[in-house]
Protein backbone atom coordinates (compact mmCIF):
# COMPACT_ATOMS: atom_id res chain seq x y z
CA UNK A 1 0.00 0.00 0.00
CA UNK A 2 1.33 3.13 -1.18
CA UNK A 3 1.73 6.46 1.67
CA UNK A 4 0.31 9.07 -1.20
CA UNK A 5 -0.29 13.29 -0.30
CA UNK A 6 -2.62 15.15 -1.92
CA UNK A 7 -1.62 18.89 -2.77
CA UNK A 8 -5.08 21.38 -2.93
CA UNK A 9 -5.82 24.93 -2.92
CA UNK A 10 -9.69 25.07 -2.95
CA UNK A 11 -12.46 23.40 -1.83
CA UNK A 12 -10.92 19.67 -2.34
CA UNK A 13 -13.73 17.68 -4.53
CA UNK A 14 -11.48 15.45 -6.37
CA UNK A 15 -9.75 14.94 -3.21
CA UNK A 16 -13.14 13.74 -1.35
CA UNK A 17 -13.38 11.41 -4.04
CA UNK A 18 -10.06 10.41 -3.79
CA UNK A 19 -10.31 9.86 -0.17
CA UNK A 20 -13.48 7.62 -0.76
CA UNK A 21 -11.54 5.56 -3.28
CA UNK A 22 -8.93 4.21 -1.05
CA UNK A 23 -8.35 0.62 -0.82
CA UNK A 24 -5.57 -1.68 -0.32
CA UNK A 25 -3.56 0.00 -3.35
CA UNK A 26 -3.48 3.34 -1.47
CA UNK A 27 -3.80 5.35 1.72
CA UNK A 28 -3.52 9.22 2.11
CA UNK A 29 -1.79 10.13 4.98
CA UNK A 30 -1.19 13.89 4.23
CA UNK A 31 -2.88 16.74 2.91
CA UNK A 32 -0.67 20.21 2.28
CA UNK A 33 -2.35 23.04 1.20
CA UNK A 34 -0.76 26.70 0.30
CA UNK A 35 -4.03 28.36 1.16
CA UNK A 36 -5.12 28.52 4.75
CA UNK A 37 -8.90 27.81 4.65
CA UNK A 38 -9.28 25.81 1.78
CA UNK A 39 -12.34 23.52 1.93
CA UNK A 40 -10.29 20.70 1.50
CA UNK A 41 -8.60 20.53 4.47
CA UNK A 42 -11.75 20.41 6.37
CA UNK A 43 -12.57 16.94 4.55
CA UNK A 44 -9.16 15.83 5.21
CA UNK A 45 -9.62 15.99 9.03
CA UNK A 46 -13.25 14.70 8.88
CA UNK A 47 -11.26 11.53 7.22
CA UNK A 48 -8.68 11.51 10.20
CA UNK A 49 -5.81 12.56 7.20
CA UNK A 50 -3.06 15.22 8.70
CA UNK A 51 -3.26 18.34 7.21
CA UNK A 52 -0.31 20.93 6.62
CA UNK A 53 -0.81 24.86 5.47
CA UNK A 54 2.39 26.15 3.55
CA UNK A 55 1.44 29.38 2.37
CA UNK A 56 3.14 31.20 -0.53
CA UNK A 57 3.06 34.63 -0.57
CA UNK A 58 6.46 35.74 -0.41
CA UNK A 59 8.27 33.26 -1.22
CA UNK A 60 10.48 32.30 -4.15
CA UNK A 61 8.52 29.27 -6.11
CA UNK A 62 11.94 27.09 -5.61
CA UNK A 63 11.89 28.14 -1.44
CA UNK A 64 8.09 27.25 -1.41
CA UNK A 65 8.72 23.76 -3.17
CA UNK A 66 12.31 23.06 -0.91
CA UNK A 67 9.66 23.64 2.18
CA UNK A 68 6.73 21.55 0.67
CA UNK A 69 9.24 19.07 0.02
CA UNK A 70 10.66 18.58 3.03
CA UNK A 71 7.01 18.38 4.32
CA UNK A 72 6.25 15.50 2.25
CA UNK A 73 9.70 13.32 2.90
CA UNK A 74 8.78 14.29 6.69
CA UNK A 75 5.72 12.47 6.18
CA UNK A 76 7.04 9.67 4.57
CA UNK A 77 5.08 9.67 1.11
CA UNK A 78 5.40 7.74 -1.33
CA UNK A 79 3.64 9.24 -4.17
CA UNK A 80 1.78 12.71 -4.64
CA UNK A 81 -0.96 13.79 -6.42
CA UNK A 82 -1.93 17.58 -7.49
CA UNK A 83 -5.50 17.71 -7.40
CA UNK A 84 -6.48 21.71 -7.59
CA UNK A 85 -3.40 22.63 -6.46
CA UNK A 86 -3.29 26.18 -8.45
CA UNK A 87 0.65 26.53 -8.15
CA UNK A 88 3.03 26.10 -11.12
CA UNK A 89 5.73 23.48 -9.54
CA UNK A 90 9.53 24.26 -9.91
CA UNK A 91 11.67 22.18 -12.08
CA UNK A 92 13.21 20.65 -9.35
CA UNK A 93 10.47 19.51 -7.32
CA UNK A 94 9.30 17.96 -10.55
CA UNK A 95 12.13 16.17 -11.17
CA UNK A 96 12.65 15.13 -7.63
CA UNK A 97 9.48 13.39 -7.82
CA UNK A 98 9.56 12.38 -11.12
CA UNK A 99 7.47 9.03 -11.94
CA UNK A 100 6.11 9.59 -8.14
CA UNK A 101 3.86 13.07 -9.25
CA UNK A 102 0.59 13.09 -10.93
CA UNK A 103 -2.06 15.80 -12.00
CA UNK A 104 -5.50 15.60 -13.79
CA UNK A 105 -6.60 18.58 -16.11
CA UNK A 106 -10.12 18.74 -17.28
CA UNK A 107 -9.10 18.37 -21.15
CA UNK A 108 -7.80 15.78 -23.61
CA UNK A 109 -4.37 16.36 -23.54
CA UNK A 110 -2.56 17.45 -25.53
CA UNK A 111 -5.15 19.73 -26.14
CA UNK A 112 -5.74 23.02 -24.34
CA UNK A 113 -2.82 22.55 -21.89
CA UNK A 114 -3.06 25.63 -19.65
CA UNK A 115 -6.17 27.66 -18.12
CA UNK A 116 -9.67 28.53 -18.89
CA UNK A 117 -9.64 25.35 -20.74
CA UNK A 118 -13.88 25.67 -20.92
CA UNK A 119 -14.06 28.44 -22.75
CA UNK A 120 -11.38 27.76 -25.49
CA UNK A 121 -13.18 24.03 -25.91
CA UNK A 122 -16.62 26.21 -26.53
CA UNK A 123 -15.22 29.13 -28.34
CA UNK A 124 -13.24 26.14 -30.64
CA UNK A 125 -16.61 24.37 -31.17
CA UNK A 126 -15.09 21.46 -30.32
CA UNK A 127 -17.85 18.33 -29.90
CA UNK A 128 -15.76 16.78 -27.88
CA UNK A 129 -13.39 17.59 -24.27
CA UNK A 130 -12.81 14.95 -21.14
CA UNK A 131 -9.93 14.85 -18.54
CA UNK A 132 -6.95 13.41 -18.33
CA UNK A 133 -4.77 12.08 -15.22
CA UNK A 134 -0.66 12.58 -16.46
CA UNK A 135 2.48 12.15 -14.78
CA UNK A 136 3.99 15.90 -13.95
CA UNK A 137 6.87 16.75 -15.83
CA UNK A 138 8.82 20.26 -15.50
CA UNK A 139 6.68 21.39 -18.73
CA UNK A 140 3.19 22.33 -17.64
CA UNK A 141 0.68 19.65 -18.39
CA UNK A 142 2.82 17.63 -20.82
CA UNK A 143 3.79 14.75 -18.70
CA UNK A 144 2.37 11.21 -20.34
CA UNK A 145 -1.07 10.43 -19.84
CA UNK A 146 -1.82 7.82 -17.54
CA UNK A 147 -5.77 7.64 -17.95
CA UNK A 148 -8.24 9.99 -19.93
CA UNK A 149 -12.17 10.35 -20.07
CA UNK A 150 -14.41 11.98 -22.76
CA UNK A 151 -17.04 14.15 -22.40
CA UNK A 152 -19.47 15.24 -25.03
CA UNK A 153 -19.76 18.99 -25.39
CA UNK A 154 -23.13 20.07 -26.15
CA UNK A 155 -23.88 23.04 -28.33
CA UNK A 156 -25.97 24.74 -24.95
CA UNK A 157 -22.74 24.35 -22.99
CA UNK A 158 -21.43 27.40 -20.86
CA UNK A 159 -17.89 27.16 -19.58
CA UNK A 160 -19.97 26.34 -16.06
CA UNK A 161 -22.00 23.21 -17.26
CA UNK A 162 -19.00 21.90 -19.17
CA UNK A 163 -16.96 22.23 -15.84
CA UNK A 164 -19.86 20.33 -14.15
CA UNK A 165 -19.99 17.51 -16.40
CA UNK A 166 -16.40 17.25 -16.61
CA UNK A 167 -15.47 17.12 -12.71
CA UNK A 168 -17.99 14.27 -12.33
CA UNK A 169 -15.95 12.15 -14.51
CA UNK A 170 -12.68 13.04 -12.62
CA UNK A 171 -13.95 11.76 -9.92
CA UNK A 172 -13.78 8.68 -11.31
CA UNK A 173 -11.11 8.60 -13.35
CA UNK A 174 -8.69 10.25 -10.77
CA UNK A 175 -9.01 6.95 -8.53
CA UNK A 176 -8.39 4.11 -11.40
CA UNK A 177 -5.67 5.98 -12.44
CA UNK A 178 -4.35 6.74 -8.66
CA UNK A 179 -4.56 2.86 -8.70
CA UNK A 180 -2.81 1.88 -11.32
CA UNK A 181 0.23 3.81 -10.03
CA UNK A 182 0.30 3.03 -6.62
CA UNK A 183 -0.02 -0.92 -7.53
CA UNK A 184 2.91 -1.19 -10.20
CA UNK A 185 0.54 -1.23 -12.79
CA UNK A 186 1.70 2.16 -14.72
CA UNK A 187 5.61 3.58 -14.30
CA UNK A 188 7.23 6.08 -16.02
CA UNK A 189 10.00 5.21 -18.33
CA UNK A 190 12.21 7.00 -20.86
CA UNK A 191 9.57 9.88 -20.65
CA UNK A 192 6.54 7.26 -21.46
CA UNK A 193 3.95 6.05 -19.00
CA UNK A 194 4.67 2.31 -19.60
CA UNK A 195 1.54 -0.03 -18.44
CA UNK A 196 1.91 -4.04 -17.67
Known amino acids: MKRVAV???????????????????????????NVEGAGGLDKAREAGIATHVIPHAGKTREG????MDAALRAAGAELVVLAGFMRILSDGFAR???????????????????????????EAKEAVSGAS??????E??????????????SPSDTPTTLAERILAVEHRLYPEALRLLASGKVRLENGLAVFD
Not at 96 to 111: C, K, V
Open 96 to 122: GWEGRLINIHPSLLPAYKGTKVHERVI
Open 140 to 153: LDAGPVIAQASVQV
Open 7 to 33: LISGRGSNLGALIAAQDASYRITLVIS
Open 64 to 67: FDTE
Open 133 to 138: VHFVVP
